[in-house]
């Protein structure tokens, strides 16, 4: 089989969707969260999707296929909030590693399916590192700016954790997505820095910053250039943006990292903006079309979807993307 290395010379890749968007459809109880496993744990884990890996394996794997069948080529793991850090909200600490390892695991079954039945569309597993609930750069406290909730050293330790566990359980890449602190971000690279070089093997990163409103600023107060220049030092599969944003506002953000860049480029926008409901409208035809535009000025090499998207939108993207060859890089 072909690495993604490989694959990424030769057309544009397509991410999949919202994950959480698709969990939302099962209306799962307390009891499912819980499953077997977790029937007595002393608190609520309502919402804690990561565990579902655990407990609903196979309601994970069909979200999987849905999106594999729509034409993504990279599916991203469970493992949003897998950290030490994010599931303190639910004293499930201790669980981090088997999160991790069972969503890997998972999604590289269903992954390997697919390549099976057409080996000459490899389908990759991208463990799906998300940004924590924590901030290493701002203080949460508006009357001591100096407090940190967090240490670089504890990002680096969870992260760390988190990555040696998705690649054990098979991830092909690993994906620091959801990007709004760079701080963080840097905490992860440098944990998976130290596993590439404890391991002795090369890991394909891609990192996904977030600009979070009209200022194109990360909440952390960096643009794109700054964002893209503070994460340069390490070998990158792709930089890119995701969240936060629909297609149409990430334009200028991705015109300049590829301006400013000679790295590939990803982007997974939400399905537009959020409507008063905090719900997602724009239809997957509303948002090919906007991709469109990255297509045409050549700004991509990987393409996907983050919040409100569907494999309906994926779908979409898909099959737009397959007209469109993929941004070169000198």
């Given at each position: 089989m072909s690495t993604i290395q490989e694959e990424i010379k030769k057309r544009i890749l397509v991410l999949d969707g919202a994950m959480g968007t698709m969990i939302q459809q099962y209306?799962?109880?307390?009891?499912?969260?819980?499953?077997?496993?977790?029937k007595n744990f002393h608190v609520s884990v309502k919402g804690n999707n990561d565990m579902l890996s655990i407990t609903q394996p196979e309601a994970i794997k069909e979200i999987h296929r849905k999106y594999l069948e729509a034409g993504a080529d990279i599916i991203e793991t469970n493992t949003f909030s897998g950290t030490t850090i994010a599931m303190a909200d639910y004293?499930?600490?201790?669980?981090?590693?088997?999160?991790?390892f069972q969503s890997a695991k998972i999604a590289k079954e269903?992954?390997?399916?697919?390549?099976?039945?057409?080996?000459?569309?490899?389908?990759f597993v991208a463990g799906s590192i998300g940004?924590?609930?924590?901030?290493?750069?701002?203080?949460?406290?508006?009357?001591?700016?100096?407090?940190?909730?967090?240490?670089?050293?504890?990002l680096k330790t969870a992260y760390k954790q988190q990555a040696e566990a998705l690649l054990d359980g098979g991830a092909d890449l690993l994906l620091v997505e959801t990007?709004?602190?760079?701080?963080?971000?840097?905490?992860?690279?440098?944990g998976i820095e130290e596993i590439k070089a404890t391991r002795n093997i090369d890991i394909p990163i891609m990192v996904s910053g977030t600009i979070t409103d009209a200022s194109g600023r990360t909440l952390s107060g960096q643009t794109a250039e700054a964002f893209l220049i503070s994460v340069s030092h390490i070998p990158l599969l792709t930089i890119g943006f995701n969240c936060a944003l629909g297609a149409k506002q990430l334009t200028p953000h991705l015109e300049v990292l590829a301006q400013k860049s000679n790295l590939r480029i990803s982007a997974h926008p939400n399905a537009g903006l959020p409507n008063a409901f905090g719900e997602y409208d724009e239809t997957p035809e509303q948002m090919a079309s906007q991709i469109k535009t990255y297509l045409d000025k050549n700004l991509v090499n990987i393409?996907?979807?983050?919040?409100?998207?569907?494999?309906?939108?994926?779908?979409?993207?898909?099959?737009?993307?397959?007209?469109y060859k993929p941004r070169k890089i000198i």
């Open positions: 209306k799962f109880t307390e009891e499912d969260y819980r499953g077997e496993q977790f004293e499930m600490e201790d669980y981090v590693y088997e999160l991790n269903v992954a390997q399916e697919f390549t099976i039945k057409n080996p000459s569309k490899p389908r940004p924590t609930n924590k901030t290493a750069s701002m203080s949460p406290d508006v009357n001591d700016p100096g407090y940190r909730a967090v240490t670089f050293n504890d990007v709004f602190d760079t701080l963080n971000a840097k905490a992860a690279l440098f393409i996907g979807g983050c919040c409100g998207t569907t494999p309906a939108h994926i779908k979409a993207i898909a099959e737009i993307a397959a007209n």
